[in-house]
């Protein structure tokens, strides 16, 4: 019903910057909230940024300052700009959408990942 599609990983150097993003498509109604997870070998699935409805963003201490998470409601669309990259931001990063669907109810869709690399 709904298909999500990342793009926009890839591999950079340590200072350098990357936009991330993630387009839903299907039967959408609306789309609650958006969010970036990340997960790095080895260690657990992590939160990154989300975006409420309203525009409301909240960031992981880590990625404040750094990361800028926005949305484009016209086109079903999140991104995340990343900015001053660390190699402590190498995961595979994932979206995360709350989606209104067009027949009825709710659910969260995932990405299928995009990886980023930071060398040092």
């Known amino acids: 019903q709904v298909q999500l599609v990342e793009s926009g990983g890839g591999l950079v150097q340590a200072g350098g910057s990357l936009r991330l993003s993630c387009a839903a498509s299907?039967?959408?109604?609306?789309?609650?909230?958006m969010a970036w997870y990340r997960q790095a070998p080895g260690k657990q699935r992590e939160l990154v940024a989300s975006?409420?409805?309203?525009?409301?963003?909240k960031y992981v201490d880590s990625v404040k300052g750094r990361f800028t998470i926005s949305r484009d409601n016209a086109k079903n669309t999140v991104y995340l700009q990343m900015n001053s990259l660390k190699p402590e931001d190498t995961a595979v990063y994932y979206c995360?959408?709350?989606?209104?669907?067009?027949?009825?109810?709710?659910?969260?869709?995932w990405g299928q990942g995009t990886q980023v690399t930071v060398s040092s």
């Open positions: 995360n959408l709350v989606v209104v669907l067009v027949v009825a109810g709710a659910r969260d869709y």
């Open positions: 299907g039967s959408i109604s609306s789309i609650n909230v």
């Open positions: 975006i409420s409805s309203g525009s409301s963003t």
